[in-house]
């Protein structure tokens, strides 16, 4: 959950991290500490981590990089320096920082959904908003100088976080007048399969766990039964 922020995937994704960490969390350094800085940085990650956690938790998925600690340190760096803003590497065009938070969430939400790039949205997503967070329990009457503002931002956060946490399959996106579309039946249905599945071995692991610590003879009749059952089903794909 900490550790994969230490990871890249090759030298262009550290160095694109570590140049925007560099940019963005020097002033915080120097204003605030390296203390506050660091904080920042690594409850960021963790937050990016989590919600990439709930949101792939029924299916196998890896991701690495300190993507998420730099949009935390990003976020915490836009709203603990009020007036300030961003200028994108090779685009020589000035964004106020609210400007660039609300169309970094909704890119990044976007990007999510439609699985735009290798990516990992989820973890810029939570990095960014726990970043938002930390900032806002150390320094509030700083963050929130202009609270019109940072009301916007923060109601778009909660939103995008209420969306994936009750609708992770994004079933939502698929919802007609009378019902779903056969796309979003598929998607509820590959979600429950899984789900089932994933039952399934954890029982497996329970009872194999207990054959390994107490030996065979440890399992009653009926437990010895249902592993044969949990076997033969997993072995022939059923669910």
């Known amino acids: 959950m900490l550790t994969s922020g230490f990871i890249h995937v090759d030298w262009p994704h550290f160095i694109f991290n570590a140049y925007s960490f560099y940019s963005f969390g020097e002033t915080i350094e120097v204003i605030y500490g390296a203390k506050v800085l660091l904080l920042v940085h690594f409850s960021s990650i963790l937050g990016g981590s989590l919600l990439s956690l709930l949101i792939h938790r029924h299916h196998d998925y890896r991701a690495v990089g300190a993507s998420g600690g730099v949009c935390g340190v990003i976020f915490a760096s836009i709203f603990l320096l009020p007036g300030g803003g961003v200028t994108p590497l090779m685009i020589p065009v000035f964004i106020p920082g609210y400007v660039y938070a609300i169309v970094f969430l909704v890119f990044s939400f976007v990007g999510l959904r439609r699985h ?14 726990i970043g938002l967070l930390v900032a806002t329990a150390l320094y509030p009457s700083v963050v929130m100088a202009d609270p019109r503002m940072f009301a916007l931002v923060l109601i778009i956060s909660i939103a995008i976080l209420l969306l994936l946490l009750f609708d992770p399959l994004h079933l939502l996106e698929h919802r007609i007048e009378f019902g779903k579309t056969p796309a979003g039946d598929e998607r509820s249905r590959r979600y429950e399969l899984n789900r089932r599945r994933n039952q399934k071995l954890a029982e497996i692991d329970r009872l ?22 949990l076997s033969k089903e997993m072995n022939g794909g059923s669910s």
């Open 116 to 129: 735009i790039g290798n990516i990992g949205h989820d973890a810029h997503l939570g990095g960014a908003i």
């Open 208 to 229: 194999l766990d207990k054959v390994a610590r107490d030996g065979i003879d440890s399992l009653s009749k009926s437990e010895r039964k249902r592993l044969d059952q």
